[in-house]
DNA sequence: CGAAATCATGTTACCGTTATCGTGTCTCGC
DNA sequence: GCGAGACACGATAACGGTAACATGATTTCG
């Protein structure tokens, strides 16, 4: 490579006159487009490759109106749920030239707000994040934007444009008849208290509203803040459990603390699934390996990945409804007595 | 808001006619920059507000040479260890204007290097990306480019740049020493066989160099291939407590594989960390919250990032050296025996 | 064999912002 | 009461590409 320090910055016009033919050549060459003679391709190439050139995104995406990017907004990354979307999602637009750039909201709607704004300032092809619920500021921006939007993760509500996921009223409503079908009555909820989490909320709803439905009531349920642990899930059982002895299923709003929950379960010696059945929410990979299988819900998150980039990318047509209902698939694993 | 549907895209044209100032005095107002009459910065504002006009970074970009960004590059996100390091990122850079765009490799030299090009084509104002070993390419376009590059995890070679890490030999060397000094003398490993985790190389490379000197070897390894799980700790575990029985020590290449490990050995009864002692490497949150605390290092993952960004945003000046060696700290946890 | 189509390349006019410099209006101190 | 700054704003020229059209050279084919 040459050594020589370029103090001035590449442009197109470096790597015309260094190959002698115009800047539209080279820009030509260097994006496979229109017609452009083998003999000159090579030599823009090799001069190209020497200089060390880099083509300039910002000029191009402002010539060309057109930006590969793809904005995707969640809530978290150390939640263990979002990288496997963001799998999904990188999976499916590999081979569209289009490339996602994430932003993360911490759970809060104004920062929500702010990293859309910054995202949309990019002039991205389109929008992919999370939940339907989204502050006027947000609806706002996205119907100006004039762009696809998908909204990931659920579909208990009403999208902007499209909207990708799971109903969590049905995945708590589901489990919920599982657990009844098992035999057990005396149910514990343990899961977040955190206002933004409405999935978390709607799950929980569709579970009460299916156990009203025959009768049952929670008997206890226990609130925490902040992420979710291992750890956390043994202190709330503990203290659900202390609380009320006699209960039979803990239904947890997700794998991590159900599966802390399990953890301390067992080494009290708790008789499972027989006397207590636990269950938890996703469907991550974390529970294989555990010392029982934690029963689940599959919360289809790389399917939600790959379709929402499909529509994106319009490798696939946007419904006419605008949604795109993905059925939660419950995981009996061993936390709960066969039917 | 507004529902006239905007088919043409906003620009600083529309607001500046809507509010009666040029174009150059909405776009001083839209940046707090020059003077502007607090009177004619409300009249703007409000036009803004109500057109709901986004700022083109595409342009201001291209106008201004200079772009918000850093460029971020990892080889994975379902590792748990580079969210944190994100986490680090993004918490120093919050006060900076500036914001991190991510791009994976999944350990892929090449892949590497694409991402890298497509990073700089937005020419970042810096570029954080883990790891000192890149290809020749790779390095060229580092050099080219003209900005901040800062290599992290890793310490043990030479920085392009600037490198923030910690030193996986000593890493290794030193956890070596407390498995020695506790006593354990027939040790196992357990690791990644892929030759692109350098830092995993180095780390089992301190290692052994450091039983060395005190006359031991190891006594078995077992390599697997691909992301690490639970369930994988536990099947490799098997296989070489099987092969040879009397180990007395498992030394595993990082925590997820050790905690599968760790279920693994309490539910065959082995007496830990009496008969048995076992350690990982990274620290992550996972740990808290399994019957017994796994030995491990802690990897400074978020310390990493917060150094690393400090100095990307010039919050910190670049280290003579080029080096920012963080010390690796040793978790004694409950899985090896106190000397 | 000549007109039309094709190919390979160049020219020109933007894309939407910001840097820079210029201009008119106040304010102020002596 | 007047020159010098400060202040508030506008006009113009980039920034580095690409779209669209133009041009000369070749090929095609009735």
């Given at each position: 490579?040459?050594?020589?320090?370029?103090?001035?910055?590449?442009?197109?016009?470096?790597?015309?006159?260094?190959?002698?033919?115009?800047?539209?050549?080279?820009?030509?060459?260097?994006?496979?487009?229109?017609?452009?003679?083998?003999?000159?391709?090579?030599?823009?190439?090799?001069?190209?490759?020497?200089?060390?050139?880099?083509?300039?995104?910002?000029?191009?995406?402002?010539?060309?109106?057109?930006?590969?990017?793809?904005?995707?907004?969640?809530?978290?990354?150390?939640?263990?749920?979002?990288?496997?979307?963001?799998?999904?999602?990188?999976?499916?637009?590999?081979?569209?030239?289009?490339?996602?750039?994430?932003?993360?909201?911490?759970?809060?709607?104004?920062?929500?707000?702010?990293?859309?704004?910054?995202?949309?300032?990019?002039?991205?092809?389109?929008?992919?994040l999370?939940?339907?619920?989204?502050?006027?500021?947000?609806?706002?921006?996205?119907d100006?934007?004039?762009?696809?939007?998908?909204?990931?993760?659920?579909?208990?509500?009403?999208?902007?444009?499209?909207?990708?996921?799971?109903?969590?009223?049905?995945?708590?409503a589901e489990?919920?008849?599982?657990?009844?079908?098992?035999?057990?009555?005396r149910?514990?909820?343990?899961?977040?208290?955190?206002?933004?989490?409405?999935?978390?909320?709607?799950?929980?709803?569709?579970?009460?509203?299916?156990?009203?439905?025959?009768?049952?009531?929670?008997?206890?349920?226990?609130?925490?803040?902040?992420?979710?642990?291992?750890?956390?899930?043994?202190e709330?059982?503990?203290?659900?459990?202390?609380?009320?002895?006699?209960?039979?299923?803990?239904?947890?709003?997700?794998?991590?603390?159900?599966?802390g929950?399990?953890?301390?379960?067992?080494?009290?010696?708790?008789?499972?699934?027989?006397?207590?059945?636990?269950?938890?929410?996703?469907?991550?990979?974390?529970?294989?390996?555990?010392?029982?299988?934690?029963?689940?819900?599959?919360?289809?998150?790389?399917?939600?990945?790959?379709?929402?980039?499909?529509?994106?990318?319009?490798?696939?047509?946007?419904?006419?409804?605008?949604?795109?209902?993905?059925?939660?698939?419950?995981?009996?694993?061993?936390?709960?007595?066969?039917?």
């Amino acid at each position: 490579m040459n050594n020589k320090k370029p103090r001035r910055p590449l442009t197109l016009r470096d790597v015309s006159e260094a190959s002698g033919v115009s800047e539209m050549t080279v820009s030509r060459v260097l994006r496979n487009r229109g017609d452009v003679s083998a003999a000159t391709r090579e030599k823009v190439l090799t001069a190209a490759r020497t200089l060390g050139y880099v083509p300039n995104k910002i000029a191009g995406g402002l010539a060309s109106k057109r930006v590969n990017l793809v904005a995707v907004i969640i809530p978290s990354l150390s939640n263990m749920v979002f990288p496997d979307v963001l799998g999904g999602i990188s999976a499916e637009l590999d081979d569209t030239g289009l490339q996602p750039v994430v932003g993360v909201t911490n759970y809060s709607p104004s920062r929500e707000d702010t990293v859309l704004y910054d995202m949309l300032s990019w002039r991205p092809s389109g929008v992919i994040l999370a939940g339907l619920e989204h502050s006027k500021v947000a609806r706002a921006m996205l119907d100006n934007a004039g762009l696809p939007v998908v909204e990931i993760m659920d579909v208990d509500g009403t999208p902007i444009d499209t909207a990708v996921g799971i109903s969590h009223r049905r995945a708590g409503a589901e489990i919920a008849t599982e657990i009844l079908n098992a035999g057990y009555r005396r149910i514990g909820f343990i899961g977040t208290h955190m206002p933004e989490d409405h999935r978390a909320r709607k799950r929980l709803a569709g579970f009460e509203e299916r156990l009203g439905e025959s009768g049952v009531q929670l008997v206890a349920r226990e609130y925490y803040q902040g992420g979710s642990s291992l750890q956390k899930g043994r202190e709330l059982t503990e203290r659900i459990m202390t609380r009320e002895p006699d209960l039979d299923f803990l239904y947890y709003s997700n794998d991590m603390i159900g599966a802390g929950g399990l953890l301390w379960c067992l080494e009290q010696g708790y008789d499972i699934p027989g006397k207590l059945g636990l269950a938890g929410f996703n469907g991550v990979e974390l529970l294989d390996g555990l010392p029982m299988r934690l029963t689940t819900t599959d919360a289809r998150r790389i399917d939600i990945g790959r379709r929402a980039a499909r529509i994106v990318a319009s490798k696939e047509p946007r419904p006419e409804n605008g949604m795109v209902a993905l059925a939660p698939t419950f995981l009996p694993g061993d936390t709960i007595r066969k039917a």
